[in-house]
């Protein structure tokens, strides 16, 4: 056990719809990482936060968005899905960032949340 | 942009026999090379990392070696046996910026 929670572990919904995924980090972590899997494909990163502030985007959509919380818990919404957006959705943390240069962002995955759109 | 390239995408070896999967990185501000496994159905797990100011780092049957100059990495797993069969994943990031990104993955297959 990572630590990191991660709800539901699996939602099942039709295209157009919209569903918010939800992701407690360790006790003390302030970043937060989302990432995106597809079956069989490699974790594509979508975006992180770091003490509430959003810190690194990557490939996630217009039709998704993040938010951590003042509690550190986040959640990423989905809208408008499509079947393309099924996939298993992992939230990491990480140790905060100090400045001069570490800690170095190791991550700890939660379980995922496996998104079925039909 | 930035990028992490891994091969194979796919190993078999038979069990005793050692692993080698390799990564390139593009952002030359890259400090920090850690590498997961992940097995059918479960989370990533970070099984070792090395730092910048390493060459080489050893952990039992795992080591990486890092050439900072080619910008490249490479996970060694000696002496396989069928429970390191997973997906591994090699991935780079830089502690002054936030984001990591992981290589496309290698499956490795161990045959008893």
């Known amino acids: 056990d990572s630590g990191v929670t991660q709800t539901p572990k699996h939602l099942i919904t039709a295209t157009g719809q919209r569903v918010t995924l939800r992701c407690s980090p360790r006790s003390g972590d302030l970043s937060v990482y989302w990432y995106q899997q597809s079956l069989d494909q490699g974790l594509q990163f979508l975006i992180q936060?770091?003490?509430?502030?959003?810190?690194a985007k990557g490939n996630i959509l217009e039709r998704f968005s993040a938010q951590q919380f003042p509690d550190l818990h986040s959640e990423l919404n989905l809208s408008s899905l499509e079947l393309g957006d099924s996939a298993l959705y992992f939230c990491?943390?990480?140790?905060?960032?100090?400045?001069?240069?570490?800690?170095?962002?190791?991550?700890?995955f939660g379980p995922g949340t496996r998104l079925t759109v039909l | 942009g930035e990028n992490v390239e891994q091969h194979p995408s796919t190993l078999s070896v038979q069990e005793g026999d050692s692993a080698v999967i390799k990564c390139t990185y593009s952002?030359?501000?890259?400090?920090?090379f850690p590498w997961y496994k992940q097995e059918l159905g479960k989370r990533p797990q970070l099984i070792i990392d090395i730092r910048s100011n390493v060459g080489e780092k050893k952990d039992q049957r795992i080591a990486v070696t890092l050439n900072k100059t080619a910008k490249h990495f490479s996970l060694h797993i000696t002496e396989t046996q069928p429970e390191d069969s997973a997906v591994y994943f090699c991935a780079a990031s830089f502690t002054g910026g936030f984001k990591t990104i992981f290589g496309a993955g290698t499956r490795l297959f161990v045959k008893a």
């Open positions: 936060y770091y003490n509430g502030e959003e810190r």
């Open positions: 990491a943390s990480s140790e905060n960032l100090r400045s001069g240069g570490g800690p170095y962002n190791e991550q700890f």
């Open positions: 952002d030359s501000a890259s400090n920090y």
